[in-house]
């Protein structure tokens, strides 16, 4: 899940594809690479006094002799689910990759990939969430995904934010694949998150991004909901609540616009696997 710009609901969609998932069956692992830690938050951790440097992604990404990113993960409560949580401190790896990058020390921005690699034979499925910025683990995210997910609010600012991002998105890539570390993307999705459709100007800026992004675009969009607001005030997701905190209807049409996000998700991860490939060639119809 990726933005430059923060608000925009990557987080809370993370946690939720995450948990979704897990739901459905899958083996899951949820990375928090972003030093706000709000991923890690709606598990339920107060990051800053609950965990250390040692249990985020710090230490592997700072220490070329560790070989596992193993030590990190942590079971949550649902099964099949697992996290490697943030905290504060994996701000200061920013400094430290970029430092040790302009002295030329290696290709760092693999560090990740090496990683994931190291832990992948256990998940069907590992979910990025990056911080909402270009720096060093945001590179070291875009090279180690496989597909990219992109939530924009239907708003002026965070539609332009995110043709900016795009922009530069395309500039990154470019770059890196002077260097051969151009990612290797299987799809790019844009969610429409935070949707309020009572506004006008939401409702043209949703037909637009339509419009533009035409089947890139996730057909259901993820509207606002206080069902989401009181969740989060609970350091919990959606899927936790034992019941509705504001009425059932309104708890039913956020678990209907969440399910129809990450069903369309999940569609998109399958068809990528060797598996799906494999019986759409044995078809004949890839």
Same mark, same amino acid.
């Given at each position: 899940m990726q933005n430059f710009k923060g608000g925009v609901g990557k987080s809370t969609l993370s946690v939720h594809l995450a948990q979704y998932l897990a739901i459905k069956g899958y083996r899951v692992a949820l990375i928090d690479c972003d030093s706000q830690a709000s991923a890690t938050t709606l598990f339920g951790y107060v990051p800053d006094l609950d965990l250390t440097e040692d249990d985020t992604l710090?230490?592997? $990404?700072?220490?070329?002799? $560790?070989?596992? $990113?193993?030590? &990190?993960?942590?079971?949550?409560h649902f099964d099949g689910l697992e996290l490697i949580p943030a905290n504060l401190r994996l701000f200061q790896s920013e400094y430290e990759i970029a430092a040790r990058m302009?002295?030329?020390q290696g290709r760092l921005l693999d560090r990740l990939s090496q990683g994931i &690699?190291? !832990?992948?034979?256990r998940f069907d499925v590992i979910v990025l969430d990056p911080p909402p910025a270009l720096g060093a683990i945001s590179l070291s995210v875009l090279?180690? &995904? =496989?597909?990219? !997910?992109?939530?924009?609010?239907?708003?002026?600012?965070?539609?332009?934010?995110?043709a900016a991002f795009l922009a530069m998105l395309d500039e990154t890539i470019e770059t890196l694949s002077e260097n051969d570390l151009a990612p290797t993307l299987k799809f790019l999705r844009f969610v429409a998150s935070k949707v309020d459709e009572n506004k006008s100007m939401q409702k043209e800026l949703l037909n637009l991004m339509r419009t533009l992004f035409g089947h890139?675009? !996730?057909?259901?969009?993820?509207?606002?909901?206080?069902?989401?607001? =009181?969740?989060?005030?609970? $350091?919990?997701?959606?899927y936790e609540l034992d019941g509705p905190v504001t009425s059932s209807a309104v708890r039913n049409r956020c678990l209907a616009y969440l399910d129809g996000v990450n069903a369309e998700i999940e569609i998109d991860i399958r068809s990528m696997w060797p598996s799906h490939l494999g019986r759409l060639r044995k078809e004949g119809i890839a």
């Open positions: 710090y230490p592997f $990404l700072r220490q070329q002799e $560790l070989t596992s $990113l193993d030590y &990190a993960l942590r079971k949550t302009a002295r030329g &690699a190291s !832990i992948s034979d090279r180690a &995904a =496989n597909a990219l !997910i992109v939530p924009v609010p239907p708003t002026v600012m965070d539609f332009s934010s995110t890139a675009m !996730i057909r259901t969009p993820l509207k606002d909901s206080a069902e989401i607001d =009181n969740a989060t005030a609970r $350091l919990m997701t959606v």
